[in-house]
């Protein structure tokens, strides 16, 4: 259906519209939503977004925000500066932008500052509550590669590499490259959140991560990657702290073992035959994977 807006022009078609089909999944708490509620709570900010597309035409917010990444390297310490650079090398950070800033009408600019000169107490990628900053730390980039560094030779030892992965593309530096964009399309979906105000039927941290997963897997060039390759780095930490705690409990983001299996999950629904290795080889559970396709 299209509808004229106030000028005269057509409105886009709400559920084809690569815009609408992007903000929808921010909508999703939980990737075992019931697929009535998801298609209730999308209806309901498809409607709300076309509405300010159609009725919007405000001079004040006709301009597009753009996403622009930031690298600092001055003010990067050197024993970060090599991991931090092949993923910025890799393209894969400044290719989020450039999609995320067509793919959006934001209505403000979005910088993504990668920098050591972050203030005290931010350890990880932290979104601004505006939506306007992501402030990235090197060190924690430097971190994660350190992280996969140590694990995966534990992984080759007792099951060898995923086939779900390249043998070429299981290494360090790659799954970090990957793991990474998707850590920024879970920080680019606080922002998106937070810019335009939008309503959550869950909590937020859920509705990142579900924003992280839509965008990449939607990338025809790099697919299920980036949530394979967090799939992975978050396995990798999670075998650090394989006891949980009341604070793991308690947190606002999922337990870190639950997001290693809703990674997989909706990377396996995008491509149910190429990925069936992940079933086969016991990394998802047959009970899961039924819904996968549906996730």
Not at 17 to 45: G, H, K
Not at 184 to 205: D, S
Not at 232 to 239: E, H, I, N, Q
Request: hydrophobic share 40%.
């Amino acid at each position: 259906m299209s509808l004229p807006d106030m000028t005269g022009q057509p409105c886009p078609d709400f559920m084809s519209d690569p815009q609408y089909a992007l903000m929808s999944s921010l909508m999703l708490a939980s990737p075992m939503r019931p697929l009535r509620t998801f298609a209730c709570s999308s209806f309901v900010l498809l409607t709300a977004i076309g509405s300010v597309a159609c009725f919007g035409a405000d001079d004040s917010v006709s301009r597009r925000g753009e996403v622009r990444i930031i690298y600092q390297e001055q003010d990067i310490r050197s024993e970060n500066r090599e991991a931090m650079r092949t993923i910025i090398e890799s393209g894969v950070f400044q290719k989020m932008a450039e999609r995320l800033t067509k793919a959006i009408a934001l209505p403000h600019d979005l910088q993504v500052i990668i920098t050591d000169n972050v203030p005290k107490g931010i350890d990880d990628p932290t979104t601004e509550d505006s939506g306007r900053r992501i402030l990235w730390p090197a060190s924690f980039s430097r971190q994660t590669r350190d992280i996969l560094a140590e694990f995966l030779p534990e992984i080759m030892r007792d099951k060898g590499a995923p086939k779900a992965i390249a043998q070429k593309d299981f290494t360090a530096d790659t799954l970090n490259i990957w793991g990474n964009q998707f850590i920024l399309g879970h920080e680019l979906g606080h922002a998106v959140i937070h810019q335009l105000n939008l309503p959550l039927t869950g909590m937020e941290e859920d509705s990142a991560d579900g924003f992280a997963t839509f965008f990449t897997l939607i990338d025809r060039d790099s697919g299920p990657n980036a949530a394979l390759g967090a799939a992975v780095l978050f396995d990798a930490m999670a075998s650090k702290r394989p006891d949980l705690t009341m604070e793991d409990f308690s947190s606002d983001h999922p337990v870190i073992q639950q997001r290693v299996y809703n990674f997989l999950c909706s990377a396996l629904g995008s491509d149910p035959e190429r990925l069936q290795p992940l079933v086969t080889e016991g990394y998802i559970p047959k009970s899961r994977a039924t819904f996968c396709p549906k996730e």
